[in-house]
């Protein structure tokens, strides 16, 4: 391992930056399930999606353009945007919506923090990045915590019968097919192409793909005439995409995908916060026993550092 490789090994989620950047991420999309539910009063979730990521598109090319990066990606560096648009920002987003058509928000954001899983999965084989022991014990404790949360969400679910299971299975897809762009942003052909730059691209395909698949599905685009549903896509697009997606991908280019999706983590914790303070949400003992264990689970996968990936395939 030369001193460049050492170096990278080394970087953990205690790394200032790295920490900072890691509780940024959870505390904008734990605040984002709120807003997403009520976005979906009138106005179909691929549509709402379509403007989020329209609207994040954007906000990241003018950040692009007040940095004087590039703005164009060569053939090769579409191809990549496409991908990663199709599954994180059209396919991930569009069974999150639908998902919250059936069940709680709580209840899809506790089932997100198990991107972990997949992610560690996929990062073995597709990105030879190792799991290390620290990372399945921590992991294996925070989802004993994130179990118990699930069990409280449910049972506050004001759904029953077939429409939890749709929910449910939505939100697997869902988490499926996040973790697939996860892993796709950190392969060698994507890392070949500035981060920013990909990211804009990607998020304007996934815009338009949802607008063809809105076209196709629920007819001409509509929209909620209120400023609460414009606010909120403005917040969904530019806080909680334009600012937080760099950072997230960044996460996953330095510390691995298994570690940057702890950050699932704390997000529902973080959603039963702002729900405490905007909805009203009381605490249970179940609650509380399984957001303890959920970040105990956390600070001890914490402990374990990163190790250089062996091999990233293009």
């Known amino acids: 391992m030369n001193q460049a490789e050492a170096a990278q090994a080394e970087v953990g989620l205690w790394t200032p930056r790295i920490l900072f950047s890691f509780l940024l991420i959870s505390l904008i999309w734990g605040s984002t399930w709120i807003v997403i539910k009520d976005q979906l009063i009138a106005v179909p979730p691929v549509w709402s999606v379509s403007y989020r990521f329209l609207a994040a598109s954007i906000a990241t090319f003018i950040v692009i353009a007040l940095r004087r990066q590039p703005l164009m990606l060569d053939r090769r560096g579409q191809f990549w945007a496409v991908v990663l648009g199709l599954s994180q920002f059209a396919l991930n987003f569009n069974f999150v919506y639908g998902a919250e058509l059936y069940i709680t928000s709580g209840l899809v954001a506790v089932m997100f923090a198990l991107l972990m899983v997949p992610n560690a999965v996929l990062g073995r084989m597709f990105l030879g990045q190792r799991i290390t022991t620290g990372f399945v014990i921590g992991s294996a404790i925070a989802i004993g915590g994130i179990a118990l949360l699930f069990v409280q969400e449910y049972r506050l679910a004001p759904v029953g019968g077939d429409a939890v ?77 334009a600012v937080t997606f760099p950072i997230y991908f960044g996460l996953i280019r330095e510390i691995g995908a298994a570690q940057a999706a702890y950050t699932g983590v704390l997000v529902p914790i973080v959603a039963m916060v702002f729900s405490t303070l905007l909805e009203g949400y009381v605490w249970s003992p179940l609650a509380i026993g399984g957001a303890a264990l959920a970040i105990a689970g956390l600070l001890f996968a914490m402990q374990a550092r990163q190790p250089k990936r062996p091999r990233i395939p293009a």
């Open 165 to 241: 299971f749709i929910g449910i299975g939505l939100t697997l897809i869902a988490i499926m097919c996040a973790s697939t762009a996860n892993i796709l942003q950190a392969s060698k052909g994507a890392q070949a192409h500035p981060i920013l730059t990909l990211i804009a691209w990607a998020m304007l395909w996934g815009a338009l793909l949802n607008a063809l698949f809105g076209l196709a599905t629920v007819g001409a685009p509509v929209v909620e005439m209120r400023t609460g549903y414009f606010a909120g896509i403005l917040y969904l697009g530019v806080i909680g995409s």
